[in-house]
């Protein structure tokens, strides 16, 4: 008989809540050591949201990481080079040069690919922690056997005449009693 068993992936708000504020975290890192400043907080609250709907999708396994990735990494860098186009003057502290692609230093890319990185990586552990606490609780998997050291037997009594007659039985016929003649 077939029996499907359905991993209880339907609340993954709390993962993907701290996975958002993990990917943002690193993006902003990655931005000040890149030469930029923090993004404007409306921005981080865009790419967080970004992040929760990705990371949602992610971890209920609808959707690889491998497609989901370089979609959220493009997402980044358009939504940066968006920023820049549209205000260079209120996006102060970057040094971008119109010849580099789409306006982003090589340093600002390199930040933007080290913060999906480092959500990739993420996702991947927290999809491989799901996956151990269901193999734990699985009730089909025996677990390994424990070796466990025995003690050495005591040597063995040798029983006399007298024990016999002791355990002789209590009930029934009388046991032949030896001659004494």
């Known amino acids: 008989m077939l029996t499907v068993r359905r991993a209880p992936r339907r609340s993954v708000a709390i993962p993907a809540t701290l996975g958002s504020l ?92 080290l913060a999906a990185v480092v959500t990739g990586a993420m996702w991947a552990l927290r999809r491989r922690a799901v996956e151990i606490v269901l193999q734990w609780a699985d009730p089909g998997v025996v677990p390994a ?13 040798v029983r006399t005449p007298r024990d016999h007659r002791a355990l002789a039985p209590t009930r029934g016929p009388p046991a032949p009693l030896p001659a004494t003649a």
């Open 22 to 113: 993990e990917s943002v975290t690193a993006l902003v890192l990655a931005h000040v050591a890149a030469g930029g400043e923090v993004p404007s907080a409306w921005w981080l609250v865009a790419f967080a949201g970004l992040v929760y709907a990705a990371g949602g999708l992610v971890l209920r396994r609808r959707a690889s990481i491998r497609v989901v990735l370089p979609l959220l990494l493009a997402g980044q860098v358009l939504g940066h080079a968006w920023l820049v186009t549209l205000s260079a003057d209120a996006h102060p502290g970057h040094t971008h040069a119109a010849s580099a692609f789409l306006g982003l230093s090589p340093a600002m890319l390199a930040a933007h690919a």
């Open 145 to 157: 056997p424990v070796l466990r050291r025995t003690r050495a037997h005591a040597p063995r009594r």
